[in-house]
C-alpha cells in the first residue's frame, strides 16, 4: 500500500514519425546524387571529437578504394568541422566525403542512403538511428552508450566496438555485399520504430506517468504529506 510514495525513475524514449508509405512520393532524395553512387553512407551529427566521425573520414579511406562509387554524406555543424575538412584533404577524399552542414528535412536525407552509420561514443539517445529505422535503412552502430537501446544487433542493425575502424569496414562491407541483409534490417527496424518508440506511443507514456504522479499527489495530500 506504501508502494505508491516510492520514488522510482521512469524513462520515456524520444519518439519518431513513422509513416513512410504514406508520404514515400513527398519524401524524395534531398539531393541529387552522383551516378551510380553506391554505397551511399549518411550520418548526421554535431561535428565534435566524441562522435567520432574521424573514425568513418579513416574508414572510408579504405572504402573508397574497394568500392570507387562510394560516398559518405555528413549532415551537422560544430567545432570539430574545420579538424574533418583538413582530414578529408590529407586523405584526397574531397569527392568521397561531403559535410552537408544543417539539414533541414532529415527524412528527405535519409532517404539518400543505403546505409546508415552511428560512430558515436557516450550517445545519451542516437535519435539519427531511430530515424533511420523509421525509414527502412539499415543502421550499423558502435556499441556505445545508449545506441544499444535502440539497434538490435543482427536484428535492426550491426555493432562494431567502438573506436574499432577496421571492425567498422568490416561491417560495412557486409552490409554493401548483401542487399538482402540489407532489405531484412531495414524492415526489421521499421517494425521495432513502429512499435516500440512512435511518438503516439511516447506521447501516451508521458501522459501515463503524468497521471501516476497526479494519482501519487492525491494520495498523500489525503494523508497529510503534501
Not at 122 to 147: C, H, N, Q, T, Y
Amino acid at each position: 500500500r506504501n508502494a505508491a510514495l516510492c520514488v522510482k525513475g521512469i524513462t520515456v524514449h524520444n519518439g519518431v514519425q513513422t509513416e513512410p508509405e504514406r508520404d514515400a512520393a513527398q519524401y524524395s532524395p534531398a539531393m541529387k546524387l552522383p551516378e551510380g553512387a553506391f554505397p551511399v553512407l549518411v550520418t548526421a551529427s554535431n561535428l565534435a571529437t566524441h562522435k567520432r566521425l574521424d573514425d568513418l573520414i579513416e574508414a572510408m579511406e579504405t572504402i573508397a578504394q574497394e568500392y570507387p562509387q562510394a560516398l559518405l554524406l555528413i549532415a551537422g555543424e560544430g567545432t570539430h568541422r574545420r579538424q574533418l575538412e583538413k582530414q578529408i584533404e590529407r586523405k584526397g577524399l574531397q569527392n568521397r566525403i561531403l559535410l552537408k552542414g544543417y539539414i533541414t528535412n532529415m527524412v528527405s536525407f535519409l532517404e539518400t542512403a543505403d546505409i546508415v552509420l552511428c560512430p558515436f561514443e557516450e550517445e545519451g539517445f542516437g535519435l539519427v538511428a531511430l530515424e533511420a529505422m523509421a525509414r527502412k535503412k539499415p543502421v550499423i552502430s558502435a556499441d556505445s552508450g545508449a545506441l544499444p537501446e535502440i539497434v538490435q544487433e543482427g536484428k535492426t542493425g550491426l555493432f562494431y566496438p567502438v573506436r574499432d575502424v577496421p571492425a567498422l569496414v568490416e561491417k560495412i562491407r557486409q552490409l554493401a555485399e548483401s542487399p538482402e541483409i540489407r532489405q531484412r534490417l531495414g524492415q526489421q527496424g521499421f517494425i521495432r520504430a513502429t512499435q516500440d518508440f512512435a511518438g503516439s506511443l511516447q506521447v501516451e507514456r508521458i501522459r501515463g506517468v503524468i497521471d501516476e504522479v497526479c494519482a501519487v499527489r492525491i494520495i498523500r495530500k489525503r494523508r497529510g504529506h503534501a
